[in-house]
């Protein structure tokens, strides 16, 4: 994968959090690199939404994907390694992010941009509430609220808690979008009471005549405002409060103040006087100068701010401008406390209050300006610029920077067969039961047990070493699970860059645990290796494995009748392709990295248990490709292919409807006249048969009385996208392959 640093990697900048001044630093070195200094972003979600626009999701001004930042297309666009994981902790003594339920990576400087948590203590059955931060939680709480009330039995009596900027624009919203939702809906909207509790001055610390303002918005919003008393319990549709009154609450929203995120605690870093991680003027703490927290989540000694995202905003330029310096052994510039700021607190009806420096003004013209501002900086990280023209027009390049990894990095069928034919057949071994032309060798030792091998390498189609490492080893060991085996030892092949000696033992580190991951809950170990450098990480196992007598499976076999099950979803090709130009969506991505990482154990033992007969997977060849291979090795039959029971993955088909296709795409085209009509095939679809897979599943020939039991069996074993896909004819003189749709019945 492309990175933004030029030259070897000697500095390591770890970013924890997809906030506002994180998503600016990515941008920034991705308009200027340094020299030797590589960024990663460390996110547990791979979307992060911006503060500012959800008022306006909330009163239906905005759609979700208006306020989502898409990190992993943000990372691949700015040249930065993207690690989806949660952070728990941090070594300091040997620079380690510590990560959930994976090794911890090395850091030269790490920053924390991680946003709050809600502040419920005091309030019994918090729980029940339904909290703004964080917010990717809150975006799915609220739709399942806002569908239970289109129904006519729907909540009705709403509370927001928090008398803030924030709660105040919450309240106003939630009242304006349930009231023209349900005269959509024709139900009455006068039957929705919205109260919020302030739990004193309604926006404290802002000038009267804001507040003033306000409460008129909240009037004309039918809101009932509560400035006397505080939420003491949230109980089974209603509340207490601190004065002894009840009132009805179907639901209760809690916007109430912040409290520090759940990591705080585990850093062992210094603290302000509201729990937050203390920080200098200069972002860093005071313990520890390779240590930096901006937004949110920390507080700047001195200079005591709200939480409030203009502030994280405008710490990104200050941030990124001291990483620099700090990466290149300069002083750090504090950062100049800023007296005021513009702030404009929307009031659900296209109009928004502006405030400054003690004035305040209303009207439409101060939603027009929100929503300006807003569009505006989200629009820098939704679709930054390119590095080195990774977002190219055109999806399949012969610049051979942007050639796919994984399995679309290995040699087409002709250049190999080609390279085969010549060779010749070697010399012979008695040994030797099956060699070259299945998936794996099948050798005969002299106690006569059987014993599998293979071996793959190819370059990482992931920046996180760990995923790679674990994707590589799962995709090694498929050929010997494809023949039936059990692999039991392997030997590791590793390549990387010629980075400083710190970083490759770290690269290395996280390839070797990420394979560890794969293979020692399947009892297979690593036993030695060999590494070298080359200008893209590689990795790859040369697998042995054992194959009890009767459970051998090869690729020929095939008769009539039988039905083809796939147990993987296609697409893995172009969404590498389309992720290498940053137009791959996070949800997509994240789906394709965990089937790649998913091993085929279980789905091997499924498919031996419902009389699963001619098998292979379903690798660098694409579906199309590995399928002519086990008719080749059949006699006297053809294939039916359902299009329409594919199984993909999600966005697989739309993307490789605009275009975007495996490099690799020409080469596997080369077995398009094994398709009856395939030049009429549209692009599309002929992009997702031919797509190369890396770590693909097994694709096997099970009975028809077998084939849906099997695939139910599949699906609860985890191969949740298993499908029946095709069948198994009589060749009749016709094409070796037909799209027939139906075939899969």
Same mark, same amino acid.
């Given at each position: 994968?492309?990175?933004?640093a030029?030259?070897?990697?000697?500095?390591?900048?770890?970013?924890?959090?997809?906030?506002?001044?994180? #998503?600016?630093?990515?941008?920034?070195?991705?308009?200027?690199?340094?020299?030797?200094?590589?960024?990663t972003?460390?996110?547990?979600?791979?979307?992060?939404?911006?503060?500012?626009?959800?008022?306006?999701?909330?009163?239906?001004?905005?759609?979700?994907?208006?306020?989502?930042?898409?990190?992993?297309?943000?990372?691949?666009?700015?040249?930065?390694?993207?690690?989806?994981?949660?952070?728990?902790?941090?070594?300091?003594?040997?620079?380690?992010?510590?990560?959930?339920?994976?090794?911890?990576?090395?850091?030269?400087?790490?920053?924390?941009?991680?946003?709050?948590?809600?502040?419920?203590?005091?309030?019994?059955?918090?729980?029940?509430?339904?909290?703004?931060?964080?917010?990717?939680?809150? +975006?799915?709480?609220?739709?399942?609220?806002?569908?239970?009330?289109l129904?006519?039995?729907?909540?009705?009596?709403?509370? #927001?808690?928090?008398?803030?900027?924030?709660?105040?624009?919450?309240?106003?919203?939630?009242?304006?979008?349930?009231?023209?939702?349900?005269?959509?809906?024709g139900?009455?909207?006068?039957?929705?009471?919205?109260?919020?509790?302030? &739990?004193?001055?309604?926006l404290?610390?802002?000038?009267?005549?804001?507040?003033?303002?306000?409460?008129?918005?909240?009037?004309?919003?039918?809101?009932?405002?509560?400035?006397?008393?505080?939420?003491?319990?949230?109980?089974?549709?209603?509340?207490?409060?601190?004065? &002894?009154?009840?009132?009805?609450?179907?639901?209760?929203?809690?916007?109430?103040?912040?409290?520090?995120?759940?990591?705080?605690?585990?850093?062992?870093?210094?603290?302000?006087?509201?729990g937050?991680?203390?920080?200098?003027?200069?972002?860093?703490?005071?313990?520890d100068d390779?240590?930096?927290?901006?937004?949110?989540?920390?507080?700047?000694?001195?200079?005591?701010?709200?939480?409030?995202?203009?502030?994280?905003?405008?710490?990104?330029?200050?941030?990124?401008?001291?990483?620099?310096?700090?990466?290149?052994?300069?002083?750090?510039?504090?950062?100049?406390?800023?007296?005021?700021?513009?702030?404009?607190?929307?009031? @659900?009806?296209?109009?928004?209050?502006?405030?400054?420096?003690?004035?305040?003004?209303?009207?439409?013209?101060?939603?027009?300006?929100?929503d300006?501002?807003?569009?505006?900086?989200?629009?820098?990280?939704?679709?930054?610029?390119a590095?080195? &023209?990774?977002?190219?027009?055109a999806? #399949?390049?012969?610049?051979?920077?942007?050639?796919? &990894?994984?399995?679309?990095?290995? +040699?087409?069928?002709?250049?190999?067969?080609?390279?085969?034919?010549?060779?010749?057949?070697?010399?012979?071994?008695?040994?030797?039961?099956?060699?070259?032309?299945?998936?794996a !060798?099948?050798?005969?030792?002299?106690?006569?047990?059987?014993?599998?091998?293979?071996?793959?390498?190819?370059k990482?189609?992931?920046?996180?070493?760990?995923?790679?490492?674990?994707?590589?080893?799962?995709?090694?060991?498929?050929?010997?699970?494809?023949?039936?085996?059990r692999p039991?030892?392997?030997?590791?092949?590793?390549?990387?860059?010629?980075?400083?000696?710190?970083?490759?033992?770290?690269?290395l580190?996280?390839?070797?645990?990420?394979?560890?991951?794969?293979?020692?809950?399947?009892?297979?170990?690593?036993?030695?290796?060999?590494?070298?450098?080359?200008?893209?990480?590689?990795?790859?196992?040369?697998?042995? @494995?054992?194959? !009890?007598?009767?459970?051998?499976?090869?690729?020929?076999? +095939?008769?009539?009748?039988?039905? +083809?099950?796939?147990?993987?979803?296609? @697409?893995?090709?172009?969404?590498?392709?389309?992720?290498?130009?940053?137009?791959?969506?996070?949800?997509?991505?994240?789906?394709?990295?965990?089937?790649?990482?998913?091993?085929?154990?279980?789905?091997?033992?499924?498919?031996?248990?419902?009389?699963?007969?001619?098998?292979?997977?379903?690798t660098?060849?694409?579906?199309?490709?590995?399928?002519?291979?086990?008719?080749?090795?059949?006699?006297?039959?053809?294939?039916?292919?359902?299009?329409?029971?594919?199984?993909?993955?999600?966005?697989?088909?739309?993307?490789?409807a605009?275009?975007?296709?495996?490099?690799?795409?020409?080469?596997?085209?080369?077995?398009?006249?094994?398709?009856?009509?395939?030049?009429g095939?549209?692009?599309?679809?002929?992009?997702?048969?031919?797509?190369?897979?890396?770590?693909?599943?097994?694709?096997?020939?099970?009975?028809?009385?077998?084939?849906?039991?099997?695939?139910?069996?599949?699906?609860? !074993?985890?191969?949740?996208?298993?499908?029946?896909?095709?069948?198994?004819?009589?060749?009749?003189?016709?094409?070796?392959?037909?799209?027939?749709?139906?075939?899969?019945?």
């Amino acid at each position: 994968m492309k990175r933004a640093a030029p030259g070897p990697i000697t500095t390591d900048i770890v970013l924890v959090g997809g906030g506002h001044a994180h #998503v600016h630093v990515l941008r920034a070195f991705a308009m200027r690199p340094e020299k030797g200094v590589r960024l990663t972003l460390v996110a547990k979600e791979l979307t992060t939404p911006y503060s500012g626009m959800l008022p306006g999701l909330i009163a239906g001004v905005y759609q979700p994907d208006d306020i989502m930042i898409d990190l992993v297309r943000l990372a691949r666009a700015t040249g930065a390694r993207l690690i989806g994981a949660a952070a728990t902790g941090l070594d300091r003594a040997e620079r380690r992010l510590l990560l959930e339920r994976r090794p911890p990576i090395a850091y030269d400087f790490v920053s924390f941009d991680v946003g709050i948590a809600p502040r419920l203590e005091g309030v019994a059955g918090a729980e029940r509430a339904i909290a703004v931060k964080p917010i990717a939680t809150f +975006l799915a709480r609220f739709e399942a609220f806002r569908l239970a009330a289109l129904r006519p039995d729907g909540p009705r009596s709403v509370v #927001v808690a928090g008398g803030g900027a924030a709660g105040t624009e919450l309240a106003l919203a939630l009242a304006r979008r349930l009231r023209r939702d349900a005269e959509a809906a024709g139900l009455d909207p006068h039957a929705f009471n919205v109260t919020l509790l302030a &739990g004193g001055a309604l926006l404290p610390g802002y000038p009267g005549k804001v507040a003033a303002l306000l409460r008129e918005a909240l009037t004309q919003a039918q809101v009932t405002l509560d400035e006397t008393a505080r939420l003491a319990a949230i109980e089974e549709r209603e509340v207490a409060l601190d004065d &002894g009154r009840r009132l009805p609450a179907d639901a209760v929203f809690m916007a109430t103040a912040a409290a520090p995120h759940p990591i705080t605690a585990a850093l062992g870093l210094p603290e302000d006087a509201s729990g937050f991680i203390a920080v200098t003027p200069a972002l860093t703490s005071p313990a520890d100068d390779r240590v930096f927290a901006v937004g949110d989540c920390a507080g700047v000694l001195g200079q005591p701010r709200p939480k409030a995202g203009v502030y994280a905003v405008r710490q990104g330029p200050a941030l990124a401008a001291n990483l620099r310096r700090a990466a290149r052994g300069k002083r750090l510039k504090p950062l100049a406390a800023q007296a005021d700021h513009l702030s404009l607190i929307g009031r @659900g009806d296209g109009t928004a209050v502006a405030t400054r420096n003690g004035y305040a003004a209303a009207g439409r013209w101060a939603w027009t300006l929100k929503d300006w501002i807003d569009r505006r900086w989200i629009a820098m990280y939704r679709d930054p610029p390119a590095m080195d &023209g990774v977002r190219g027009p055109a999806p #399949v390049s012969d610049d051979p920077a942007m050639r796919c &990894g994984g399995c679309a990095a290995k +040699l087409g069928p002709a250049p190999l067969a080609a390279a085969l034919r010549r060779l010749g057949p070697g010399v012979a071994s008695e040994e030797v039961i099956l060699g070259v032309g299945d998936d794996a !060798a099948v050798i005969r030792r002299s106690d006569g047990a059987l014993e599998l091998q293979t071996v793959d390498l190819f370059k990482a189609p992931v920046d996180d070493p760990f995923l790679f490492g674990k994707i590589a080893a799962v995709h090694a060991i498929g050929d010997v699970f494809a023949m039936g085996g059990r692999p039991s030892y392997a030997l590791a092949i590793a390549a990387l860059p010629p980075d400083a000696p710190a970083q490759q033992a770290e690269a290395l580190y996280q390839m070797m645990a990420g394979a560890r991951a794969a293979l020692d809950p399947l009892g297979v170990s690593i036993i030695g290796g060999h590494t070298g450098e080359a200008a893209d990480p590689a990795f790859g196992l040369a697998v042995t @494995g054992g194959l !009890a007598e009767g459970d051998g499976r090869r690729k020929g076999g +095939l008769t009539p009748g039988v039905r +083809l099950v796939l147990t993987k979803p296609l @697409g893995v090709g172009v969404l590498i392709a389309a992720d290498m130009r940053a137009q791959a969506p996070a949800a997509a991505m994240a789906a394709a990295w965990a089937e790649m990482a998913r091993p085929l154990a279980a789905d091997v033992e499924v498919l031996r248990t419902h009389r699963g007969r001619a098998m292979t997977d379903v690798t660098g060849f694409g579906l199309v490709g590995h399928l002519a291979e086990m008719l080749d090795a059949s006699r006297g039959v053809a294939a039916e292919i359902d299009p329409a029971a594919l199984p993909l993955l999600p966005e697989a088909a739309e993307l490789a409807a605009r275009g975007f296709a495996s490099t690799a795409l020409p080469q596997t085209l080369a077995n398009l006249p094994r398709i009856g009509g395939g030049e009429g095939v549209p692009a599309w679809l002929k992009a997702l048969l031919f797509d190369p897979q890396t770590s693909g599943g097994l694709l096997a020939a099970v009975a028809e009385d077998q084939a849906g039991p099997c695939v139910a069996a599949l699906h609860a !074993a985890g191969a949740t996208g298993a499908a029946v896909i095709g069948r198994i004819v009589a060749r009749d003189g016709g094409p070796d392959i037909r799209l027939v749709t139906g075939s899969a019945a």
